[in-house]
């Protein structure tokens, strides 16, 4: 993708949204999506990963188009048409300059690196961050998820605040790190058996 024009990328992008809500690494930062094409997103999520999402009420869609400092974690509420967006982190292997951007996607172990992908939530457990839950890669870009310990977290380095007077969150290994304040709606939200759709809309 990088050797791609400005045009031939954003035509990649909207072919890609159109069939599973995902674009690719290379892809130049856009302006944030509406909130119609982050449902768009999830539902053509639901729609690639067919019968192995129980539950379907609540999507996950995590934008990395975005900066770290931007709302790009979004709750889709399919039945009601709502999206609430909120703070999350990306892997340090995924941005090892601290840019505050994610610059690429790596799925191999001890890449301290973001999947892109579909996921399935999996069970919630008490770990080195608190209350948390585990994730499953439903995708060859981030099937190693389980095995990398990639899982929905709470934070210190992520905040309102970190975002205001840095301009960019801390970095997690991989995980989706929420701040200490948004983890309980994300974890009764996001419970066992949902979608997360996590990539460039």
């Not at 999520?45 to 974690?73: C, E, M, N, Y």
Request: hydrophobic content about 40%.
């Amino acid at each position: 993708m990088t050797d791609l024009s400005h045009a031939s990328r954003r035509r990649f992008l909207q072919t890609s949204l159109a069939a599973a809500g995902l674009a690719a690494i290379g892809a130049p930062a856009l302006a944030a999506p509406g909130q119609d094409a982050v449902i768009a997103a999830a539902r053509a999520g639901l729609a690639r990963t067919g019968g192995r999402i129980a539950r379907r009420d609540v999507v996950g869609v995590a934008d990395f188009t975005q900066p770290s400092r931007a709302a790009r974690f979004h709750l889709v509420d399919l039945a009601g048409g709502k999206v609430e967006s909120l703070l999350v982190a990306h892997g340090r292997g995924s941005d090892p300059a601290h840019s505050g951007w994610l610059h690429r996607f790596s799925n191999a172990p001890g890449s301290a690196a973001t999947s892109d992908g579909c996921y399935l939530t999996g069970d919630y457990y008490a770990g080195k961050h608190g209350r948390s839950m585990r994730l499953h890669g439903l995708d060859p870009s981030n099937d190693q998820a389980y095995d990398r310990a990639i899982v929905v977290h709470a934070a210190w380095y992520v905040s309102p605040q970190m975002a205001r007077e840095r301009g960019a969150l801390g970095r997690s290994e991989g995980c989706f790190a929420f701040s200490e304040a948004d983890l309980g709606q994300v974890l009764q939200r996001l419970g066992p058996g949902r979608l997360i759709v996590a990539g460039r809309l």
